[in-house]
């Protein structure tokens, strides 16, 4: 069970597993300290971009979050301020805490971290990396998704959406697969939801982003295989 602890210094305040760290160290977010250490893995560029870290025995993945869309071009990195029980990062923080505790296949949130300067704030997140994964749209890339993977990822979306949890960002880059089993990554901005109309929203994104990798990469959308993600999807 994740157990949440939070401690603030100054005009930074940040998130924690308490039930799987003893205290709370500024440099899990340091990019610098981690390279000057050797210990980047892999990074990412774009969007969202990410380090994949090695931490001791486990290894990590750092977020730093940045504005999409047309926003971006005026404001990279930063949130308005409107306290911190609604900053970006700890709120999917604590999401992942309860997905976790659901036993659903994503990330365990390891800490979240703001900076605030006034009116506005700066955030990053730490979580698990899932390991002996690939995105779904590397697999599609690739042209290799086979059926049971397809209801593999139809099982787990009707698995979350069960819980209401709505992912606002359904697309094959944020499914990973490993076998048949599937996950689901990059929470921000989700939420829990009573049932309604966001489920079947959720499965029309995902269903664009198919259709928009195919585009890119020059193959074809599978009419047949989005029907065994329906099948699944609906339990049968």
Known sequence: MVIETICTSGNRAAIYDASRYAAFDPRW?????????????????????VLILERGSET?????????GVVARFIYDHYLWTGLERCRAFREWRLLARL???????????AARIARQGPIYQADIVTSFISG??????????????????I?????????????????????????????????????????????????????????SLRKVAL?????????????????????
Do not use: C
């Open 216 to 236: 890119e990469t020059g193959t074809e959308f599978d009419g047949r295989a989005w029907q065994l993600v329906r099948g699944a999807y609906a339990g049968g």
């Open 133 to 150: 994964t690939r995105p779904l749209s590397m697999f599609l890339r690739d042209g290799d998704v086979a059926d049971e993977q397809w």
């Open 60 to 68: 990590w993945v750092l977020r730093h979050y940045h504005r999409g």
């Open 29 to 49: 977010f340091e990019r610098s300290y981690y390279r000057e250490h050797g210990a980047v893995l892999h990074s990412t560029t774009g969007r969202g971009g």
């Open 100 to 110: 976790h505790d659901l036993e659903l296949p994503a990330p365990r949130p390891i």
């Open 152 to 208: 593999g990822i139809g099982a787990m979306l009707r698995d979350f959406h069960r819980y209401g949890v709505d992912h606002p960002d359904l697309t094959a880059h944020n499914i990973l697969l490993a076998g048949q089993k599937a996950f689901l990554v990059d929470f921000d901005n989700a939420k829990l939801r009573p049932s309604g109309r966001w489920q079947q929203s959720g499965l029309g994104r995902l269903e664009r």
